[in-house]
């Protein structure tokens, strides 16, 4: 009789370890993970592009622990209502150097998707007859370059190894490129006034460059707003591809890129163009470290273009 009293007890002195081995293993588990996870910043993530990033980071809770930034409480609340967590949602001001360090706080690394949107300002143009454009929510010098400054500064307070990722545009080597005409005033003195956006773009980019950070610089092509992951993806510099003559590319699939290239180390300190082939010509792109070989190391080169002509005067 106290043979079986000393086995049950065994027995059930074995179960409760088990339980207990089991219960420490998946805590150990859920910290290492959650320590693991790095926190990334994404700015811009209200837009279009930018919120396909964000919510891509929040699909990978294991790898990433997101933080989105938006310029409104509306943006905030839009992005609230559809299942994001309040936590992970931040109002504030790229163009104020105090709210992008607060806002900082302990990054590993950040996702610019901050950019000037055009819009039409009511005025058509009477030699050309089409509407004229302004950026009412800050012009190009304030929003692609002080901004993006500012949160390259921000980025490099947190530590030398804070990765920063630019998603910038493709054109920047072509001074007069139309989308630099965007937003643009002539002067009664001859000069001009505002607009120059891929210009500040490609002075907010060499700035990061400079600054020492790792860094990934994308410039996608004409932005679609379809789904991605269907096409087959392709890289370039300069504003030229040889591997296809298509020069648009998925709004999700520039997303992916910038997830991919958080993931992959040998994005780190690559300024690339992107864009797709037409849906159904190729294989959807699934491998982003041979999409990232095919550029055989290449880089885009910031001795062609402009940057904003205020860059002179800087110094």
Known sequence: FKRKIYHRNNNMFLIKSAIWALLVFFLFSATSALALSRR?????????????????LLARPDEFSPIGVVRTEESRQNLIETGVPESAVLVWDVTDPKSCSAAMKDVDAVVICTSAKPAPTGVTDEETGRPVFGFPNGQPELVDWLGQKNQIDAAREMGSDT??????????TNPNHPLNNLGRESLDDGTTRGGDILKWKRKAEMYLIESGLPYTIVHPGGLLNEDGGKRELCLGVDDKNTLTDNNTIPREDVAEVLVQALLINEYRGGSFDLVSKQEGDGAATKDFKTLLAALDGKNCDYSLGEVAMQAESEG
């Open 163 to 172: 990765h920063v990722l630019i998603c910038s545009s493709m054109g920047g």
């Open 40 to 56: 990334v910043l994404v700015s811009g993530a209200g837009g279009q592009t930018g919120q396909h990033v964000f919510r891509k």
